[in-house]
């Protein structure tokens, strides 16, 4: 029963009415077997019964809705001409040896309310309640026996039209349910890449026009100059670029590439790197976005011009790694730390995205120990 709302309602509803037409095909198998002596039209109209029902059910399931055309052959064989073959050269002149065709005619007053238009739905019933009215006086079945099976016929059409009803009903609720829900991962991943675009300029573009603007640095320096040429061509790269195409180097060079970054704005680093482990290229990607943001926020907050950067393998987990920067500024109380982009999310967010995590260790006049381990 894969795929929409709507086709598993329509699968669910074949099976139903299936299985409705087999206790009716079992009714007749029984009864036929009483009759082994004589009558061969008996077992040719349970045959013909049986082809016609294995027709419209084996068809329905494989192109996952009733034919039409199926659906009429049933009423008129079935429902309609099977209980007169059966009268006039069947032998049949009792009511029970007629009961199991004209149940057949129930099965298929289902099936005709739900897969026939309303007008050829209405039609189509109409001849099964008039072989019901015909079939019963021949064999002189009393009022009440009449009156039961015609009820049947007719109680079967209408409730498995309302069982139609309600079940399209919620295929279509869980289809739009579906859509809306599809609707919202696309926006939150649009939201997520706007995030990852946000974070990477607050790391570096904003950063650089940050430390410019406050007068801090020369703007004509070559170290500058050259810092802001590359990040010119980054931001190329952001919008000619999906994630998937940016290239992540290894985790020294990217590392290198953060500390490199840092001292184009006149933060002096001592980097040291140790047995750096080979980590997949997104870990080695949020090692150096967090330590970028680390070094920004010394040399925005610390007041300092000096930050140390330590790079080893994780001695308490092979194969991973912690990579520390820390300095000997102002510090802070982490009690009063604003969330904002900084250290909450191009730290702390980036490296949980990985599976890592980031500490931040600090207080006033200590200065800051922020720490970045994956796995974490």
Known sequence: MAGSGLQRAQSFLILATLLYRASH????VAAVAQHRQGHPVQFLGLAAALGLSLLLFGAALTRGWFDPRHVWADVLVTGCLLPFALYTWGGVRETPALGWAMLLGGSASGVVSVALPRLQALVALV??????????????????????????????AVMTWVFWWYLRRQGRMLDEANARALAAETQKARYAERLQHHRALHDTVLATLTTLASGGIDANTPEVRERCAKEAAYLRRLIQQTADEVHHPEMGAALEEAVSSAES?????????????????????????AAREALNNVRRHAGTGHAYLTATEDPDGPGGAVVTVVDRGTGFDPEREVSGLGLRRSVRERMAEVGGRATVDTAPGEGVRVELRWPG
Not at 25 to 28: A, C, H, I, M, S
Not at 129 to 156: D, E, F, K, M, P
Request: aromatic share 6%.
């Open 25 to 28: 095909l079992t009714v007749g």
């Open 127 to 156: 001849l099964l309640v008039v072989t019901h009215l015909i079939g019963y006086h021949l064999v002189g079945a009393s009022r009440a026996v009449l009156g039961g099976h015609v009820n049947s016929l007719l109680s079967s």
């Open 265 to 289: 704005l006149r933060l002096r680093v001592t980097a040291q790197y140790h047995e750096l482990p080979q980590v997949p290229p997104e870990v080695a990607a949020a090692f150096a976005d």
